[in-house]
């Protein structure tokens, strides 16, 4: 079964840019459907974008605009590119492939 390793997140400044990764440890292939989520304590995760096979892409209306979803195959890879970035992006963030989960990265917000 194919494992996700987030590497990246941190610290980023209001306005400023992050970008996540999401690398598989097999191929992503099969995949249809790959995301990114994201989840603050108390709250519940929740969807922030979707890319599927064909290339379609979802957002999240709170990141329109500002965060790109995208997929390499053939680096076994998906990335979340976080431009504008406001204090409440500030979360816990996860990739998804399929039913598998990464272990999640954190993200804060702050000047």
């Known amino acids: 079964q194919v494992q996700l390793v987030e590497p990246g997140g941190g610290l980023g400044q209001p306005g400023g840019s992050l970008r996540l990764s999401c690398a598989g440890s097999?191929?992503?292939?099969?995949?249809?459907?790959m995301g990114w989520y994201r989840q603050t304590p108390g709250k519940q995760r929740e969807l922030v974008a979707l890319?599927?096979?064909?290339?379609?892409?979802n957002y999240a209306d709170s990141v329109k605009g500002r965060f790109t979803i995208s997929r390499d195959n053939a680096k076994n890879t998906m990335y979340l590119q976080m431009n504008s970035l406001k204090p409440e992006d500030t979360a816990v963030y996860y990739c998804?492939?399929?039913?598998?989960w990464g272990q999640g990265t954190q993200v804060t917000v702050s000047s």
């Open positions: 998804s492939m399929g039913i598998i």
């Open positions: 097999g191929s992503i292939l099969g995949f249809r459907r």
């Open positions: 890319i599927a096979s064909d290339g379609r892409m």
